[in-house]
């Protein structure tokens, strides 16, 4: 039961957070209803009081034209002993109450002697007991010589009624008698309960009325704005022919007019970069294809030179040197082109077969033994002494660990560069850890773009083509992995290469932490922790880690 309850209050919540038609349909009703609940309020009381008044009025009337004629009837009487007086009260409380001791309008009248008690009997027309309607205040006030009123309810011989209680004195020659009129307001009740259920239903109809005018002027409004939400999101999902309806001349068709205006000039900027870019592919692609021709003659051409280099003079043979490096470097350079290219056209295709990474970490170290020691950066591993399954394009996974530690011993400022294997049940990951002079806050967003350098002036070391880290990135996300990149000033740099260790599954945390154990983050400073997470389908966001104490730090990553 608590379930269902919950269930139908979460689906309550959502309703009301997503349709604008029902939150202002549901405070129309509302403030309204507490409106003409308050006016209804109002009113019925006002025609209470009304009522009350005229009774009060009237009996207050006949209060004093009954008191004036009693005290006619007793004015020859001198002594309360006197044989006829009785009678007469009798006689006289009958008249007052309209000559019928059996009258049924259900006005009681009644004369009473407090004075004289046990020799005045009292007297009602029609016989009744009003003791428990008249209160001892009121007899106390009416004895005082005071006319006073009260209202009360009880029973006199029949169902609980509201009564309106007026008393008033009677004087005589030998004292005072108490004269009182009962005069039910049951007629009364009735009226302004009949008031109120017309106010009531009178004030439902109108909020209802209200509510169903709420809807529909929303309903106008909000249509028009659910047709563009939804024409919106046909565009963002590639359907740039989607166009809203328009229809008549008010604001809500100049909006669809507009709508329609700004989603042509999209669709015609969108077809024009498309355009741009399948050209700059296209340049690019033929440009680096077209290259391969003449670069291999010039590499004839330079290999010959090269060989025959100690025979030249020495600026000579330096030349040749130097010719040849270049070469090296731009014949890398037209490799990575063409390989961008081939991630910007869509047709890199992953070879995934099941593989021990162990050895390719030591192949990679041993490939850069040499450029660490010319940079004097010594390569620690710490790889596992069991092989590393998973399943994964060797060739492409060996070209992100080339670019990585590349890029560590080049910015390792002649420090250790720490190269770190783990393993879990669902994936595989790989850190390269440097000291150097680290990223600074925002640096994290930008090392993956091409050809970014984080100092220009900074000469490359290891001549690079400022492409490593954009085709890492390309070869990460192909293979439904993350790379991410953490940085801090002083402190040095961690790029951790997570992939699935079966070809196709999805990733949900990494067995390697982001953020490393001996990184020195600032109390409150979350800066150094700063992580670029890059999901499987190409999104980047930035996350912020916990510090280095905390391992969910290194799971804080946005996927796509």
């Known amino acids: 039961m608590a379930g269902r309850v919950l269930g139908l209050a979460a689906g309550l919540h959502q309703t009301w957070r997503r349709s604008l038609q029902v939150r202002v349909v549901t405070i129309t009703l509302v403030v309204s209803s507490l ?209 809203m309806e328009v229809n008549g001349e008010d604001d809500l068709a100049l909006l669809a007019a507009s709508f329609n205006q700004m989603a042509t000039n999209l669709q015609r900027q969108i077809l024009r970069l498309e355009e741009m870019s399948r050209l700059q592919r296209r340049f690019t692609s033929d440009v680096s294809h077209e290259l391969r021709t003449p670069l291999t003659t010039v590499r004839m051409a330079a290999d010959l030179i090269f060989a025959e280099r100690d025979e030249f003079d020495p600026a000579v043979a330096r030349s040749a040197e130097l010719l040849q490096a270049e070469l090296d470097r731009f014949e890398e350079l037209l490799t990575d082109l063409l390989e961008i290219s081939r991630f910007d056209a869509g047709f890199a295709m992953l070879d995934s077969e099941p593989t021990d990474l162990v050895p390719v970490v030591h192949r990679v170290a041993d490939r850069l033994a040499g450029l660490a020691e010319r940079a004097g950066v010594a390569i620690e591993l710490d790889v596992p002494s069991t092989p590393v399954i998973a399943e994964v394009d060797p060739r492409r996974v060996e070209r992100v660990l080339r670019n990585l530690v590349g890029n560590a011993v080049e910015h390792g400022e002649a420090k250790p560069v720490l190269i770190t294997l783990g393993m879990d049940r669902t994936a595989v990951a790989i850190t390269v850890r440097d000291h150097g002079v680290g990223l600074r806050p925002g640096e994290e967003k930008l090392v993956f773009n091409r050809f970014w350098r984080a100092d220009p002036s900074r000469a490359r070391q290891t001549g690079g083509t400022g492409l490593g880290l954009s085709i890492s990135l390309e070869d990460a996300r192909l293979h439904g992995g993350w790379l991410e990149a953490w940085g801090a000033p002083g402190q040095g740099a961690q790029f951790r290469l997570t992939l699935p260790a079966r070809a196709g599954d999805r990733l ?19 800066r150094a922790g700063e992580v670029l997470a890059i999901g499987p389908a190409g999104g980047g966001a930035l996350a912020i880690g916990p510090g280095p104490a905390a391992d969910d730090g290194d799971r804080a990553e946005v996927r796509s």
């Open 35 to 243: 409106l003409v609940g308050g006016f209804a309020y109002l009113i019925a009381n006002k025609i209470t009081d009304i009522l009350v008044e005229n009774a009060k009025a009237d009996t207050l009337l006949r209060l004093r034209s009954g008191s004036d004629y009693s005290a006619k009837q007793f004015y020859l009487y001198s002594q309360p002993q006197e044989a006829q007086l009785q009678d007469t009260i009798e006689g006289t409380v009958n008249y007052l109450a309209g000559g019928d001791p059996q009258q049924t309008s259900g006005v009681v009248v009644a004369i009473t002697a407090d004075s004289y008690t046990g020799i005045i009997e009292t007297r009602t027309s029609p016989a009744t007991d009003v003791r428990p309607l008249v209160s001892r205040e009121l007899r106390a006030a009416v004895a005082e010589g005071k006319v006073a009123h009260q209202i009360r309810t009880g029973r006199l011989g029949g169902e609980r009624t509201k009564y309106l209680v007026y008393g008033s004195p009677v004087p005589t020659r030998f004292g005072q008698l108490e004269l009182y009129y009962l005069v039910p307001l049951s007629r009364q009740d009735a009226t302004a309960a009949d008031a109120r259920a017309t106010v009531l239903a009178t004030g439902l109809a109108l909020v209802l009325l209200l509510g169903l005018l709420a809807a529909l002027v929303t309903r106008l409004v909000v249509t028009p704005v659910r047709v563009a939400a939804r024409t919106a999101q046909r565009l963002s999902a590639g359907l740039l022919d989607q166009r």
């Open 508 to 526: 949900t945390t990494s067995p390697l932490r982001l953020v490393p154990a001996d990184a020195a983050l600032p109390f409150g400073g979350p």
